[in-house]
Every structure is written in structure tokens, then in C-alpha cells.
């Protein structure tokens, strides 16, 4: 199958590159290489299967371009503002990059007559609840810039596969994990203790409590839900039950770096203003399709953070 | 208090600056007079409380300039598309008239701290279901791009609140009816047998069946949810429980015409892609909080009839 990856040198996007050239399908990259790296796809370029475009999908009359060159069967749709923080602080940053991007994929779908869509969607599309968050949950209030992006998004998604007869696959990540990740926690820790290995600032009361998930999980369950599911519009949480609290991470980067920072907390419940503390999918859907990931969230924060320091 | 009404001049904005003058607040209207029409807020120049302004919400210098200069206090924003069939043929005009519109009324509330919105939704946002629809409904899956537009403006609306602090209401409505409408069912019966008064052509099997609700029972249930829902963000269905039916509405619409007309249905269980052909408000959350409407369904459609025949 010719498949079209947006954001595919990123983080999340590469690997599943890697998997999708395994299974022998025909693969195109656009990603403007702002949050994507070129060393994520390196290793891919001397596949003949394999091609890469720098392109900014805002670039309505490009990306046409690249359509209609190319009658793609599929487009796995990963390109995003990944910064939840960064979108807080200037919400042109979601609308562009979360949402417009999604906006100009659907038109360009619409008019080159691509009919198959998978799409990256959030856990911050349900917004703050204590509640267990099934697929079906409402109400949908998003407390930040990004899970607006997503959900608006979604909303467009949905109305776009209704109107115009494009079969949809959505999976909603938790905190994905591991080997070329660009920012988020383990990413922050690492970097203020190579600056200062004294001391971690923690931000927020370390009680943050979210499930992680290795992103070779992730992109397994995102090609097992590709798969298994065949309904017009398909939409799955991706996660596991367990979590792992941001003091817990903490005290696992220190080790894993061979320190004896001390922890200091900012207090407060939360890290930043559109930080959902704590969140816990119910994944009663995807485990009955038949998928759960293999590693708990705890060793998906230490194997990231191995990987990240090159163990 | 100095108000901002966007779409002011159009069908329910116009009937909402005509109560808001009432109460004694400053209004301003901003309308690009697409779907608005002077004629509908003439009467309201005299009032030296009364302001007009004939812009784009989507020129979004112009905008600024307006909020720079007034001081607004809170903003009534009821500017979008409001015809879902037009939005099913060319998808940027949702995304421009019902959604981008949104976004920019947001930016400009957020640089020039205006702490209050009233947003008006609509019962697409939550699909296609047989369900009874509660506020917090879910999976929201909208089938137009109508819908889309509401949902994607929701949701940074969501984000807004959250982030900028900025109270919120939003209600979502029903079919709404009366003075100056300018589409819809009615509209489209009374222009079609105007035409030809033998025979009615009738979308669908006409067994469509959704709530009216008559357009000042419509403002005066916004203005009872703002004045007595004290959240930070309040969302209220708004309608009755009463509906009618298309069928019901042709029969209404010939004999207030006082033709011998023949009604033929084109068939199929719905009008056009994205026309969702029957939903059912659940109204608790309003009616407890103390606002019911006071005019059926029916009673609502068939006052919009006489208004518009000039009865």
C-alpha cells in the first residue's frame, strides 16, 4: 500500500516508519523537520520503498502538489505540536501545527480521493476528570491549546468521514516514551541534571500520576487497531492500567544518571497551567480487540530513560 | 455592561440585541451583512446605547482594533455559517465562518483580557445517536461540517477558559424558528411553493422529527442561563421536548398558505449528507436550573409560518 506519514521523522512518526517498511508497504514522509529529525529516518533512505519531502503541511498548494504526483491509498496523519506547555504560552501553536495541519490533510484527502485515514490523537482531548475514560467519554472539555488542537481535530475527522466516505482510525496516546523523544518529562530531568547534578527542580508536588507507554508498544497498537478493527469510524484509547507518578520518574533518572541529587518540588498540584495531573483510560476496548502492551509504564519510563543515556 | 454581539445582524443576534438594549447594556454589533441584514437591526440605531460595526470577524486586524478601542466587557459571539448544507459542499466554509471566526474572537479576548463569553452551540456537535442527549453526551462524533465547526470551537473555547480564565456559557441549540430566519425548512417550503403552488418537493421521507423551539424563547433562555449558571464554564442544552415532524411542517406550511398543494418526498430517511434526522434534547440540567420554553414545537413552527407569511 502507498502510504503517506506526516511528521514522520519524529519521534513517534519514525518508528513507525521502521514498522510499516517491514511489512512492505511504500512509504512517503512529509515533515518540516522542526520538531522531526533527519537522524531519526537516516537509516531508511536506502530503501527504494522509502521517500522523504521537507514540506510544511501549512503549505496548503504543496502539499496538493504532493497528492496528486503521488495517489496515495492511506495517510497516517502524526504531524503535531507536541508541546502541550509551548501552546499554553502562544495558542497560534496548536492552532497551526495541531490543527491546521489536520484542516489541509482532510482537504487534500477530500479532493485526491484518499480514503483511508489514521489519525494520532490525545488522552488531552478529555480534558480534567477523576472519572476512568472510556472511548465514549463526554463531557469533552479540554484544559489546554493542545487538546483543543486534537479535539477540533477529531471534530473534523468525524464530519469529514461522514461527508465525504473516508474509513478513520483513531488511537488516543497517553505519554509515549522512549528512543528519540524530542521533549516531556524524562527529557526535562535529563537535561537539568547534566546542567546541575546537584539538585532536580521538580515543578509541581511530584504526584502526577499517568500511565507511559514505550513507543515500540505504541506503534505496535497502532498497527494492530489498523488491522483488527473495521468499522467506518474506528477509535481506540492506547495505554496500559498502570501509571507512574512524576517523583517516581525522578528518583529513576537519578539513579539511572548515578547521582545523589536531592529532589526539590515547586509544589503545587500540577507542572503547568493545562497540565492534566492524573488521568486513567479504561482500555476495556482495545484489550477485547485482542491488543495490550507488553511493558508496564514504569519499564517504559526506564527503558526511555536508558535509551535516552545511551545504556 | 459594554457587550460585543458578533453576527448581531443576523436571525438570532438581532433578536438578541433587541433584549440585551432592553436590559440597559452598550451593545456593539460586528456583522460582515453576508447573513445578517441591516433591515433587521434598523430600528435599533436610534438607541444611543447601540453601535454598529460592517466587518469580517475573520480580518482579524480589524478586529483587534475594535477591542482596543471599546473595552468590552463580555462578548455574545453568534457569528458563523448557518446553513449545513452549504458546509457539506465546501468544507472552507465551516472552517472559516463557524470555526476560524471562534478562534479569533478567542485571541482577541485573551490580548485584551475580556473575561466573559457567550458562545452559541448547536445540538450537531454530538452526531447521529438515537441516545437522549445529555450535556455531557459522548463519543462526540459530528456527521457535517457544521457540526465540526461548533465542536472545534467548543474545544478551544475548552482550552481558553481553562488557561486564560475566561467564564464561559455555552448553550447549544435546537431547530430555532421565527421573525427573520433565513433558511431552513420552512423558509425553503415557502420559497418552493411560491414557485409552484401544485406541488411540494420534499427532502427525504419527511419523517425527520426534531425540536423547534421559537427564536424568543430561544433569547430569553440565554439570558436566563447567563444570569443564573455562576460555573466557570456552563453548558446547557436549550429546547423542548416536544418535536415535529417535516411531514408535519409541509402540511402547516400549505395550509397557512391556503394552497391545495400535493406533497412528493424525494425519499431516503434524511434530507442531505450531514442532516442528522432525529435527536432528542435531554433538558434536566435546564430545567432544574429554572427555564423551560414557554412555545412547543409546533406551536414554535407554526408562528414561524404566520411571521414569515406576514400574518
Known amino acids: 500500500m502507498k502510504i503517506l506519514i506526516t511528521g514522520g521523522a519524529g519521534f ?10 517491514d511489512q512492505n508497504h511504500n512509504i512517503v514522509v512529509i515533515d518540516n523537520l522542526i520538531l522531526g529529525k533527519l537522524e531519526n529516518i537516516n ?19 504543496s502539499l496538493q502538489q504532493l497528492f496528486e504526483e503521488q495517489s496515495f491509498e492511506m495517510v497516517f496523519h502524526l504531524a503535531a505540536n507536541s508541546d502541550i506547555q509551548k501552546g499554553g504560552k502562544d495558542p497560534e501553536v496548536d492552532y497551526n501545527l495541531t490543527f491546521n495541519t489536520t484542516f489541509n490533510v482532510l482537504q487534500c484527502m477530500k ?3 484518499v480514503k483511508k485515514l489514521f489519525f494520532a ?3 488531552a482531548i478529555y480534558g480534567e476528570t477523576s472519572e476512568l475514560l472510556t472511548e465514549d467519554f463526554g463531557p469533552l472539555q479540554p484544559v489546554s491549546n493542545y487538546g ?11 464530519a469529514f468521514s461522514a ?3 473516508i474509513q478513520t482510525w483513531i488511537t488516543r496516546f497517553p505519554n509515549v516514551v522512549g528512543e528519540r523523544f524530542t521533549h516531556g518529562v524524562i527529557y526535562d530531568f535529563i537535561h537539568k541534571l547534566k546542567s546541575n547534578p546537584e539538585e532536580l527542580i521538580v515543578l509541581g508536588n511530584g504526584e502526577q500520576n499517568k500511565p507511559y507507554l514505550y513507543v515500540k508498544d505504541l506503534v505496535e497498537g497502532i498497527i ?5 478493527s473495521k468499522e467506518q469510524f474506528n477509535v481506540y484509547n492506547l495505554g496500559s492500567y498502570s501509571r507512574t507518578k512524576v517523583k ?4 529513576m533518572v537519578i539513579e539511572e544518571m548515578e547521582l545523589n541529587a536531592t529532589i526539590r518540588y515547586t509544589g503545587g498540584d500540577r507542572g503547568w497551567i493545562g497540565d492534566v495531573p492524573e488521568f486513567k483510560y479504561d482500555l476495556t476496548k482495545i484489550n477485547r480487540l485482542g491488543w495490550e502492551a507488553k511493558i508496564n509504564s514504569n519499564d517504559s519510563v526506564r527503558i526511555a530513560i536508558q535509551k535516552a543515556l545511551g545504556k
Not at 531508511?44 to 498548494?61: C, P, V, W
Not at 494492530?224 to 483488527?228: K, Q
Open 248 to 251: 517516581e520518574i525522578a528518583q
Open 224 to 228: 494492530y487497531v489498523y488491522n483488527n
Open 163 to 165: 461527508t465525504y466516505n
Open 12 to 21: 513517534i512518526g519514525s518508528h513507525l516508519c521502521d514498522t510499516l517498511l
Open 148 to 158: 483543543a488542537g486534537k479535539l477540533a481535530s477529531e471534530a473534523f475527522i468525524s
Open 111 to 113: 479532493e485526491f480521493n
Open 121 to 123: 490523537s490525545t488522552s
Open 43 to 61: 537509516h531508511l533512505f536506502e530503501s527504494e520503498r522509502f521517500k522523504f519531502i521537507k514540506e510544511d503541511l501549512l503549505n496548503l498548494g
